[in-house]
């Protein structure tokens, strides 16, 4: 049975915990945080959707360390998994590929392009598996949405409209943008992730935005350009007003269909084909995509097989894309990606 040890114990910490102990193939042996309350159970963090991070974890069972290189030098560990903020994902990555683990890092791979490429280089050292925690592409109704973009089921996309927004989390991490580049990088970079999912690097993005919890871009619209869809867009970041409910949200339009998703409304896709007198509910598993993108990372190491629906690469490009649309809100220009 692999052993997991979970470093960083906000609410993605314990999120992951939550998923980790649904499962009977693996056992989370240690966990680290710097601060003890944390580390203890006493303090737990606030969570997006309701429900996660509300961890039952066995807190009394398992090593706990204050200093997360204990953790990862752990023999006993095969697994580790960073939950830590955005800025320290390539030293405890760098770290733990070096103790010779199978590493699951949070979404974004890294603060910036430039850290994201060293992990890339990093993890092309080593036969372990290094898997970024791109959980959307996991998502009920956004994997079904990708498969249908695939297989062209309703045909060519001519439009893609995607929109998430979340209150603005608390805590140090939350309030400094040079650590977690703002609402464009911490949530909106879901949907470009997914974007570029479903689409590849676009030509060119254009975006408008503005900062207003930190010092980084906190909420953006950006046109993204392809030459073989018309219309692709994405709004995110972290509201204004905290208490406004989080939002996800998709509509695509096909030649042949409408799929829409609201996570307000449920887990299902209403879609409207061509000749449809009523829209219909496709019921979506009610899994979250935490427990699937886990679901497959282990199955990964159990194989020793690389992971396909999300590399390194993929996950450093979509930085790559969330910078320029940085530059485009800041150059109030359209920024190419082309090579
Ligand atoms: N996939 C998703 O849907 C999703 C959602 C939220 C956050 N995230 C990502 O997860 C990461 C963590 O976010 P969070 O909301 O859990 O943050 P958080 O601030 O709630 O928690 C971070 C934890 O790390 C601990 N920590 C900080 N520095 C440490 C160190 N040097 N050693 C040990 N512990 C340390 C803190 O004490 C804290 O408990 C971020 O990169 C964020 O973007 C992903």
Redesign the pocket.
Known sequence: MNRVGV???????L?HLDAWSRRDDVLVTAI????TA?LSGEAV?EA?LEGLAETSFDYDRVKKH???YDLINDSAIDIVDI????H??LIFTKAAIDAGKHVLV???LARNYHDAMQIVELASTTDKIVMP?Q?MRFWPGWSWLKDIVDNKKYGNVLSANFKRMGGH?K????ENGDL?GGGLL?IHI?DTDFVQFLFGIPSSVSSKGYKYHTNCVDHVITTYDYDSVPIVIAEGGWWPVDNCPFHMSYTVVFDDAVAMFDISKGSFVTVIERGDKEPRDIEMSNALG?DNEIAYFINCVKNNMQPKIVTTEEAANTILIAEAERDSVESGKPISLKK
Do not use: S, V, W
């Open positions: 470093i960083g114990l906000g609410m993605m910490g999120t680290a945080d710097q601060d944390r963090a997006n204050t200093d997360a939950c830590l903020p955005t320290l994902h949070e979404k974004p925690a959980c989390p805590g140090a991490f939350y977690n911490d879901h935490y």
